[in-house]
Every structure is written in C-alpha cells, then in structure tokens.
C-alpha cells in the first residue's frame, strides 16, 4: 500500500531536479521524430522489388555517381577558393565587410531557382562569362560545368562560414609566437593556423559537398542532363508517379547516410585523439 | 641594445604616443602599468607584430621599423605560453629550427643544449595540454631561446602561476639571464614581481611612458602621483611647501606640517610609504615629523598589519606581524606616528 505513495515521491522530485532536462528531450523527441520518420518510411518501407530494380538501373546509378562526384569537384573548388576568403574575413577588417558578410549569406536565403537564373544570366552561352569560356570549349548548360556552378552558389556559404568560425577560434597569439620564432606568413598558415582550425574546415567542406548532392532548383535551370538524382527523382515522380521516385530517393538518402556518418565517425575520432 | 625613438602605433582605438626609450645589451627591463596601459602592444611593436605609424625602432643599432618579425631575431613568450597544442612539447620546441630548415643534426645538438638549461628532457614527447604551469612555462621558453634570438619578450609570463610557483619562476628567469645574458623584456601588472626581477623599470599609463628607472627610483621617488597611488605608496597628501627649516623643507597639508628633505621648491603632493611610518606608544624625542592619532581600523595582510590612523589625516602604516603584537594596538587607542624628513617624497 505505500509503494505508490513512495513511488509518486520519487518521481515528483525526479521531475523537480531534472525539469529543464525533461522538458527539452520531448521537444527534441518531436524534431528527431520528424526528421527521422519520412526518411526511414521511404528507405524502410518502399516496394522491395521497386527497389531491387533501381538498384540495377543503370541510369539511378550513374545519376547517383555523377551527383557524389559533381558535389566532390564542387566542394574541392570551395574549399581552394572558399578557405582564404574564410580566412581574410577572421583575421582582417576592411571597408564593407559587413556587407560582403551578408552578400555570402545570399546564396542561403533566395529561392535556388532564382539563383539558378542568376548564374545563367551570367554563364549562360551569350551572357558575359559565358561567352569567354565557350570560347576556350566550357559550356555551363546541360554540362557538369553547369552543374557545378549551381552546387557551388548554393553551397560555398557552408564552408566559407564554418572555415571562419575556425580560424576565428584559433588565438592569434598563436600565430604570432611563430612569426617570432621564424616563419613567415605562409609557414605559419600551413604549420599553425590550417592545422588549428582544420576541423572546422573539414566540417564546412562536407556540409558543402552534402548541400550540393542535395542540390535541386538551381541546377534543373542550368542543367536538366545530365541528369544528377535530385532532378532525376522529379522527372520520375513526374513521369510515372511515386512508385518509380521513391526507390531511387530511398538509395540516395542511404548512400549518402552512409558516407556522411562515415565521416562524422572519423571527425569524432580525430577530435578524441586530439 | 634596443632603442626606440619616438614611437607611435595606433592599434584599432588605442594609441602608443611618442615612446623614446633605450635598453642596454643584456638588462632585464620590466614594463609596469595596469590593465589597458600599452604594455602588451609595445611589447608586439618591438617583436613587429605592430606596424609603428611614427618614430623607429633600432636593435642592436640597426633601424628594423620596416622589418617583419621573422627577421628581427625576437622572442615572445605569451602570459599562457601558448605552445601549439597540436604539437608535441618536442615539435614545439625545435618549431623555430625547423621552420629555419635546420639540419637535424645540428636540431639534436640544439635540442640537447636547451633541454640541459630548462630541463625538459622528460617532458618532450608530452602534449602541450598534460603540463603543469611551471612545465608549460619552462617549455615554452625553450622553445622562444633555442633559436637564440638577440632579445626576449615576456608578455605576464608568472600571472597564470599560484604564488609558490611564481617564486619558483622568478629563480628561474633570473637564472636563465643569468646563463644567457639576453636582453630581456618583460611586461607585467605587478609591482612585487618587477621589484624582483629587473634591473631598469618602465612605467605606462594610457599609452604614454610615466617614469623609467631603476625599482628603487620608481618606489622611493615616484614621478607623479599615479606612479605613487600605482606602487601603493598610500600616504599621499596634497598641499604645498610653505617654508623651509635648515635643508628641510615645510609641506602644509589639511593642517599638518610636514618636514621633507628635498630640493624642490614648489610641489603638490608629499608621500610617505606606508611602511616608513614608525607607530610608538610614547611620544619619540628630539624627532621632527610627529603626530598623536587614534587607531582607526586594522586590516590584516598576512605577513603584514595595515593600521590606519587618524590624526587628523588619515595615515596608514605598515607593521610587521612581530611589531604589530608587541605594541597590542586596538581601534581607538591613542599612539604617535612618526617618520623621517628624508622619508618624505615631495612631487
């Protein structure tokens, strides 16, 4: 007879201690619901044979391929050019910074497809850069070269702000013990700085490489083929309904869970061992 | 030798205005001032990690105003040794040498003649974050000298140290300018530890030089009233010279007269160290610069009583724990107070 009443004691003060604790894991219960349970559904519960299907499909599997290496090209081109903007924006003030702060951000909050007429309207074959580089035989429509150009408006603010943030985190004084001892500026970046806030710069490059996979409006209007699986899951979806989209959505959401927690694994392991 | 002449640096709102200053090969100089001073600035000015908008700097007479800090043949040594933290205490150490491209060899033969000065042989394969205060300290100056520079910075290196260490430091640093004899700079708030360490004290205040001396110029004869109220001089009273007496000169202040041995003939303010006041129960004799008060509070500071007194000034007298218990003071006691003419800093 009095185990309710002491169990009822027990949980109230559990409650009491741990409120703040409670209340955020129901929030956080509700979102990892709702980010987890339309992905699992898709992967878990589509029509295996469908599946089975695409996965010998020849056109899901150079989609796919084109769109892991499209997105790869894409975030080594942001991290060549994205990291020494990452840098001058941590280390240096200038005139207008805060505007060219802003303007990266762009690419983040306009609509991809208006992006995507942005770029043609500067890459397209009679716009201004698009002449100059037809002229040495680069094409930016219906060509990987188009392609990457749409990943990399939408995606170099991811790692342009992450490699920041990590040169930002590494002490200038750092840098400055080094110069004394002899390095010159290069040397310190390359043996002080870069080694500091590679973490960061790493993290920036996969979530650049993952948003560019993920990629959609802006390319369908530089690039409908070749076709990368984001476009191609909405020409099926559009051509034969959900039945021949989802398999193909469903094989891209777990390669790329795959890889993604591949790395992740290795970004914790590297943060542990240091 | 390091001489800088004339220098200006503005860094974002601060500026360093019109810095004339000379330090001999080999001496230890301390840069005093608090918080905010230009201590750290001037410091990075000399090591180059400032660019100087007036004036020049000169090492060893040679004009290096223009020359980058690699080149300058200067160490710094940072308040929390900033070693790389992803480097071993090793690759820290031997990080000049190697970015110099060095030969091993001769980096063995280095790395061999730094561990036997700072003795950190057992602390190479470490990383930075497994050291105590005093090993990251000791590590970090072999890794500033082992490239043998003309001059080393010392920007607060004993403030990240409890007490035991930082006594255990100040040996250290003597005796690494001892073996080296490397002219040495070094910036710090406090005034126990440039009393301790330097030969030639300079004083900042909101970017400006205050006063350069020898420790016992910038305690005993302070320039101005910030370096007295800086070096807790406490005594400081405003009023003016009014006579003189034989070589002595009368300071009036809120009532009192006060004998000075100085040679001034105008001042502002006469100062008295808290620790040059005598306290005695009887009245002392044939002395000059006697005054009855009461006891008004008593602080204890450890090895030291603070005993403040009205008389009317407020005076404040530094006791030693022995003498505090022999005389058995309380607040509201009656006593004397009373101090030398030569006791007396007339500014």
């Not at chain 2, 220098?7 to 608090?34: C, E, H, M, W």
């Not at chain 2, 509201?332 to 030569?342: I, R």
């Amino acid at each position: 007879m009095e185990v309710w009443p002491k169990f009822a004691r027990a949980a109230s003060s559990y409650f009491k201690r741990h409120r703040l604790l409670i209340v955020f894991s129901g929030f956080s219960l509700v979102i990892l619901f709702f980010i987890f349970i339309p992905l699992f559904k898709m992967v878990f519960l589509s029509n295996k044979e469908a599946l089975w299907q695409a996965l010998r499909d020849t056109t899901v599997l150079e989609s796919i391929w084109l769109t892991l290496y499209a997105a790869l090209i894409t975030a080594a081109i942001g991290f060549i050019l994205g990291v020494p903007l990452a840098y001058i924006l941590a280390r240096h003030n200038f005139p207008l910074k805060g505007v060219v702060e802003g303007l990266i951000d762009l690419p983040i909050v306009v609509p991809h497809t208006a992006a995507g007429i942005a770029l043609l309207f500067v890459f397209g074959r009679n716009y201004l850069l698009g002449k100059w580089f037809n002229a040495i035989g680069i094409n930016f429509v219906d060509s990987l070269a188009g392609i990457i150009i749409a990943m990399l408006f939408v995606s170099a603010p991811f790692l342009i702000n992450s490699a920041k943030d990590g040169f930002h985190k590494v002490d200038v004084r750092l840098e400055n013990v080094a110069r004394t001892l002899g390095a010159s500026p290069w040397q310190v970046f390359r043996r002080v700085t870069f080694p500091l806030a590679k973490r960061s710069i790493f993290t920036g490059t996969l979530m650049m490489w993952a948003r560019g996979i993920s990629e959609f409006g802006a390319v369908i209007i530089l690039t409908y083929f070749p076709m990368v699986t984001s476009i191609l899951i909405y020409q099926r979806f559009e051509s034969y309904g959900l039945t021949q989209a989802v398999p193909v959505a469903a094989i891209l959401v777990v390669v790329c869970a795959l890889i993604f927690i591949g790395f992740r694994y290795i970004l914790q392991r590297e943060k542990k061992r240091d | 030798m390091i001489e800088l002449k004339n220098v200006r640096v503005k860094v974002a709102d601060f500026n360093l205005q019109q810095i004339n200053l000379s330090f001999g090969k080999g001496t230890y100089t301390v840069i005093l001032g608090p918080t905010g001073a230009g201590k750290t600035v001037l410091l990075e000015s000399i090591a180059g990690l400032h660019a100087v908008h007036e004036g020049e700097v000169l090492l060893d007479g040679k004009n290096v105003t223009n020359i980058v800090p690699e080149a300058r043949g200067v160490s710094i040594v940072y308040q929390d040794y900033t070693l790389f933290p992803h480097l071993s205490v090793k690759e820290n150490i031997i990080f000049g040498l190697n970015v110099r491209h060095v030969s091993k060899a001769k980096i063995a033969e280095e790395l061999e003649w730094i561990c036997g000065i700072f003795d950190v042989e057992p602390l190479l394969n470490r990383q930075p974050a497994t050291l105590s205060g005093g090993e990251r300290q000791r590590a970090a100056l072999a890794r500033a000298l082992i490239t043998k520079p003309e001059i080393l910075l010392l920007d607060e290196p004993l403030s990240a140290l409890d007490m035991e260490s930082r006594e255990e430091m100040y040996a250290q640093l003597q005796d690494t300018h001892r073996k080296l004899n490397i002219t040495t700079l070094h910036v710090t708030h406090d005034f126990e530890e440039a009393m301790s360490l330097a030969d030639n004290i300079v004083l900042l205040n909101q970017g400006k030089i205050v006063q350069v001396g020898k420790p016992a110029d910038i305690f005993y004869r302070p320039a101005s009233e910030f370096v007295a109220r800086f070096t807790m001089a406490r005594n400081i009273f405003e009023g003016k010279i009014s006579g003189q007496i034989k070589n002595e000169k009368v300071f009036k202040t809120g009532g009192l007269e006060i004998c000075a041995v100085s040679d001034k003939n105008t001042a502002e303010y006469a100062i008295i160290r808290a620790e040059m006041v005598n306290l005695t129960a009887e009245q002392p004799v044939s002395m000059p610069n006697v005054f009855r008060g009461t006891v008004k509070s008593i602080t204890d500071k450890g090895a030291n009583i603070l005993v403040t007194l009205d008389c009317p000034l407020q005076f404040e007298c530094l006791l030693l724990r022995q003498q505090f218990e022999k005389m058995l003071l309380s607040p509201g006691q009656q006593v004397y107070l009373s101090f030398l003419p030569a006791s007396v800093h007339l500014i």
